[in-house]
């Protein structure tokens, strides 16, 4: 139940323990009050609430680190592809062909 945060109800009549577990976490940052201004502008605009914003922002953030990974493997694979001569879907298939065999 690690990151979980819980929730303890005790009921005298009944003697149970009920636990209710949220599944999310609070955070805490701190940011440079200009920046929050902005931030909480910025939510307001949009209709959502911080954490939708922050949640958001996370996922774009995210998927911008992905597509820079994505266009470092195409470099690579672009610089050794005309390291070995290829320029079509036809070198590829040779160059498989003859991997296969040898």
Known sequence: MTGLVHTLSYSKSVREVTVAERASKVLSVSVP???ARDFERLAEQQG???SELFREML???QAYQETGR???LQRYGAAR???LA???ED???RLIQQARHG
């Open 33 to 35: 009050p200009d920046l």
């Open 48 to 50: 959502r609430n911080k």
């Open 59 to 61: 996922r774009v953030y």
């Open 70 to 72: 994505f266009e470092i």
């Open 81 to 83: 592809a005309r390291g």
């Open 86 to 88: 290829i320029e079509d």
């Open 91 to 93: 070198d590829v298939e």
